[in-house]
């Protein structure tokens, strides 16, 4: 059974810090892994879309890596910024077809 | 706009209303997903739907009831619900097992039953 943990659970910085968020995932059967952030009350809008065969992807400040192999990936924020405040999800693609969450890292960067 | 849309945003309903919830997408994608976010809990899935046909129910109460009249709708009926389904639903769409397709959702609806 496909299980995901993301460490830490929760995260408070000060502002201008770079930041790694760990994902890691018990089956290595996988299509593809999606980093989402999540606002207070909201949905999810997705980061980063990794497929099985790729070891990373960059969005701007956001860089994710992935070593299937292993089951895990990283997220790194570079110059952590306030509006970067929101709980980060993990989630895998499994082959089944059921995408598999993480409880996710809840972060807070302050001024 | 995500290209997933999810209406109402909230709904409050008595346990013996009957209400549905409605998400709608653009996206061109063949797979629609219901989603339950509890406070403290991992994202559960709920149901999915490939081109309008149920694919996978996830041993959930029949007081929920899902409907995908075709590929860019799908709607979630409620009925006699509990307090303990006060939650976060949230509706996705992607590509049935299509992995280079990753997943898009909507802005949720926060249910809470009183």
């Known amino acids: 059974k496909q299980e995901v943990t993301q460490i830490p659970a929760a995260l408070s910085v000060p502002e201008g810090e770079n930041l790694v968020l760990n994902c890691s995932f018990t089956?290595?059967?996988?299509?593809?892994l999606q980093w989402f952030r999540q606002d207070p009350g909201k949905g999810l809008t997705s980061l980063l879309l990794i497929q099985s065969s790729q070891r990373e992807q960059t969005s701007g400040r956001l860089n994710a890596s992935l070593d299937k192999s292993s089951g895990r990936s990283t997220l790194y924020i570079a110059a952590s910024q306030p509006g970067d405040s929101a709980t980060y999800l993990c989630a895998v693609r499994p082959n089944t077809d059921k995408l598999i969450f993480g409880t996710g890292t809840r972060l807070q960067v302050f001024p | 706009e995500t290209g997933v849309t999810q209406t109402p945003r909230h709904l409050v309903m008595g346990m013996t209303n009957k209400k549905s919830l409605k998400c709608e997408q653009h996206?061109?994608?063949?797979?629609m997903y219901w989603y339950k976010q509890s406070a403290k809990k991992p994202l559960e899935l709920m149901f999915v739907?490939?081109?309008?046909?149920?694919?996978e129910n996830n041993s959930v109460p029949s007081r929920f009831s899902p409907e995908c009249p075709n590929s860019s709708h799908l709607f979630l009926h409620l009925h006699t619900l509990q307090p303990e389904d006060s939650a976060l639903y949230l509706c996705?769409?992607?590509?049935?097992?299509?992995?280079?397709?990753?997943?898009?959702f909507g802005s949720g609806t926060r249910l809470t039953v009183v």
């Open positions: 739907y490939s081109l309008e046909e149920r694919v």
């Open positions: 996206l061109g994608h063949n797979a």
């Open positions: 089956d290595s059967a996988i299509y593809n």
């Open positions: 996705a769409s992607s590509h049935y097992r299509v992995g280079d397709y990753g997943y898009t």
